[in-house]
């Protein structure tokens, strides 16, 4: 039996270079120092520390993807909140699947930017059954995993 192994991908640092200038909603992007930590970094798919600067931006996940696919995701583009740091970073150490804590969606599109579905994951365990089940369907181009609390968007996992 062949074990698959799904990797999170972070955003990207062409990305993460144009979002630190202005957000995929066209506002300037400011940073700011964190007091607390804790916030999940899409830049390096860690929870961030106190005292390290990060930027809170608009992010359209689907979007970048469909400009290098050429899909057209239509009403299923959406953008949202997403923090990166402020500035450049050295990017994941290597969590294949971060931020599995707490209640996910793990949400499946097609090539054409389509939703294809979605399933609720509760416990770490679950995860990879969820993606096995995604990615059995040959349908299905990507997945985003995504925080239930607010729906926001956390990473992306595609085949291979």
């Known amino acids: 039996m062949t074990t698959t192994t799904y990797t999170a991908r972070p955003i990207a640092p062409r990305a993460l270079k144009e979002l630190r200038a202005t957000d995929d909603a066209g506002r300037r992007t400011d940073g ?22 990060l930027a809170l931006v608009s992010y359209a996940p689907l979007r970048r993807w469909a400009a290098e696919t050429g899909a057209t995701p239509g009403p299923y583009d959406e953008q949202g909140p997403v923090f990166i ?14 931020f599995t804590g707490s209640h996910r969606t793990v949400r499946r599109y097609s ?3 389509r939703i294809l579905g979605g399933r609720l994951v509760g416990e770490p365990g679950g995860f990879r059954q969820a993606l096995r089940e995604a990615f059995d369907d040959p349908a299905v181009a990507l997945v985003h995993v995504r925080a ?13």
Not at 86 to 98: E, I, K, Q
């Open 111 to 113: 090539a054409e930017g």
């Open 148 to 160: 239930v609390e607010y729906g926001c968007f956390l990473y992306e996992v595609r085949r291979g």
């Open 32 to 53: 700011f120092t964190d007091t607390e930590g804790g916030s999940p970094l899409r830049c390096c798919l860690r929870h961030s520390e106190p005292g390290e600067r």
């Open 85 to 98: 740091h402020a500035d450049a970073c050295a990017g994941p150490a290597g969590d294949t699947l971060p």
